[in-house]
């Protein structure tokens, strides 16, 4: 009875030993802390070598079950690391997308819209994505109070973006002096007039940042609201 006592109190103070080496305090020196949902490094280490210490010496543990825990031990440890690493880049990849959505303040971009700002020069500009080819192709550009001032003519074009631009000046060469105007595209497909959507240039006012897993927009000046998918092209 001695004996075996004392090799309990052997292998004791050996499992002891081992755990402090790791890391891993006894029960009598842990704190009290609130009770973990879930098993970490030091616990699956504990386990482990609890189990070692405690085997039967004339039938000890199986050489290819170590290698199956060690290699189980190894897998969630990977995958601890993975997921922080996927976290960290997560952050990274969030704070650059907002500053590189801010450069596109002030950048004047192609978006659906029918109503254009006159630039500087009080110019105009914008493009027609046409879906098919047409033989005839025109937009009519008219003022806030629905006057026409421009007529443009584009002739036949073939299916996609058709852009086209008006330097503001009447029929005499003098300047309209609006600051935006009214489009309207129509073209000749079959032979019957078609309407057809219109896109037009105009600058970014607004970079509003959204919240996570939606949307990026922007607020875009006599448009209103777009989402990024809906830009064609930026002018630079």
Do not use: C, H, R
């Not at 199986?62 to 690493?85: C, E, K, P, R």
């Not at 631009?165 to 029929?171: F, I, T, V």
């Amino acid at each position: 009875m001695t004996t075996t006592s004392s090799t309990s109190a052997s292998s004791q103070q050996t499992l002891d030993t081992l755990l402090s080496k790791l890391g891993v305090k006894k029960s009598s020196e842990t704190t009290t802390t609130a009770k973990k949902s879930s098993l970490d490094q030091s616990d699956f280490l504990k386990l482990m070598t609890t189990q070692l210490s405690n085997q039967d010496p004339f039938q000890p543990q199986d050489n290819s079950q170590m290698i199956a825990q060690m290699a189980q031990f190894s897998t969630v440890t990977g995958i601890q690391q993975l997921n922080q690493t996927v976290n960290n880049m997560a952050t990274q990849i969030s704070e650059n997308q907002i500053a590189t959505v801010a450069s596109f303040a002030g950048k004047t971009v192609l978006v659906p819209g029918t109503t254009a700002l006159s630039d500087s020069t009080g110019a105009i500009s914008g493009a027609i994505d046409l879906p098919n080819s047409v033989s005839s192709l025109s937009v009519q550009v008219l003022d806030d109070a629905g006057t026409l001032v421009k007529t443009i003519d584009l002739g036949a074009n073939p299916a996609g973006l058709v852009g086209f631009s008006w330097d503001g000046m009447d029929a005499n060469g003098k300047p309209v002096g609006k600051s935006s105007y009214n489009l309207k595209a129509s073209a000749v497909v079959g032979g019957k007039s078609v309407a057809q959507a219109t896109d037009v240039y105009a600058p970014i006012t607004e970079v509003p940042i959204p919240a996570k897993n939606a949307p990026q927009t922007f607020k875009v000046g006599g448009v209103g609201t777009v989402n990024m998918t809906d830009i064609k092209s930026i002018k630079y």
